[in-house]
C-alpha cells in the first residue's frame, strides 16, 4: 500500500511524469486505474520476474543470460563458448547442424542468407 500511496502522492504534489509502483501479485496491473487515473504509469512484480526469468533458465540450459524484445517474440540468448568448442570460428552459414538458439531470422531489411554470412561466433 505504501508504493500506491506515494505514487499518488508523486503524480499529485510533486508533479511527476513517470511513477513505478511494486505488487507482489500482478492481478492488480489490470485494474490500475482503481487506484487514480494515470496514477501508476508502470507496474512491476518483481517475484513474477524472478520466476519468469528462471524458466527462461530452464527452458534454455547452458545460457547465461536472456533478453526478451517484442513481447518475447525475439529473444536474446547469452552463452560462454568454450575455448575449442565445434562453433567458435565459424561463420554460421557453414554450420548445418546449428542448434535452434543459433538460428537467425530476418523480417525486415537484408536477407537471411546476407545476415548470416555476417555473422560469426568469435
Do not use: W
Not at 22 to 43: A, K, M
Request: a positive charge; charged letters at 30%.
Amino acid at each position: 500500500m505504501k508504493t500506491i500511496s506515494s505514487c499518488q502522492l508523486a503524480k499529485k504534489v510533486f508533479k511527476v511524469k513517470k511513477t513505478i509502483c511494486r505488487f507482489r501479485d500482478d492481478v492488480y496491473f489490470d485494474q490500475l486505474s482503481v487506484f487514480g487515473e494515470g496514477v501508476i504509469d508502470i507496474p512491476i512484480s518483481p517475484e513474477d520476474e524472478i520466476t519468469s526469468h528462471l524458466k527462461e533458465l530452464i527452458d534454455h540450459p547452458g545460457s547465461n543470460q536472456i533478453e526478451s524484445f517484442a513481447n518475447g517474440k525475439v529473444k536474446l540468448v547469452s552463452v560462454k563458448a568454450k575455448k575449442k568448442g565445434k562453433l567458435v570460428g565459424r561463420e554460421l552459414k557453414g554450420i548445418k547442424d546449428r542448434p535452434a538458439l543459433l538460428d537467425l531470422r530476418c523480417r525486415s531489411g537484408a536477407s537471411n542468407r546476407q545476415h548470416r554470412q555476417a555473422f560469426k561466433l568469435v
